[in-house]
């Protein structure tokens, strides 16, 4: 008789290559309300990359990251881009 064991999913690897949500061209709020519900349907450890082009973007992104205990990894501005790099923090209880 065989042991079987039940596999169980890894968790997501923040050093994976990053699923990109692009709100360029979109102005406050919209960036906000769409990387929020964005955020809400990843799993913890999922990298993100948000791509935006509103200039109080990036800090917006960052008091959300605050708020719903996400982590900022990094923001770098490209020209008029700017790309946030937010790993998702563990599901709000």
Known sequence: MQ???PS???PPDASEAPVTL???GLNCPLP???????L???????RVEVLS???LAPGDFAELCDSL???LVETRHEGAVARTVIVVGP???
Do not use: C, E, I, Y
């Open 53 to 55: 082009t509103d200039p």
């Open 32 to 38: 906000f309300f769409k990387l929020r519900r964005f």
């Open 8 to 10: 169980v999913a890894a």
């Open 91 to 93: 599901a709000k209880a």
């Open 69 to 71: 205990r996400h982590r």
């Open 3 to 5: 042991n079987s064991v």
């Open 40 to 46: 809400r349907a990843q799993p913890p450890g999922v």
């Open 22 to 24: 692009d709100v360029t």
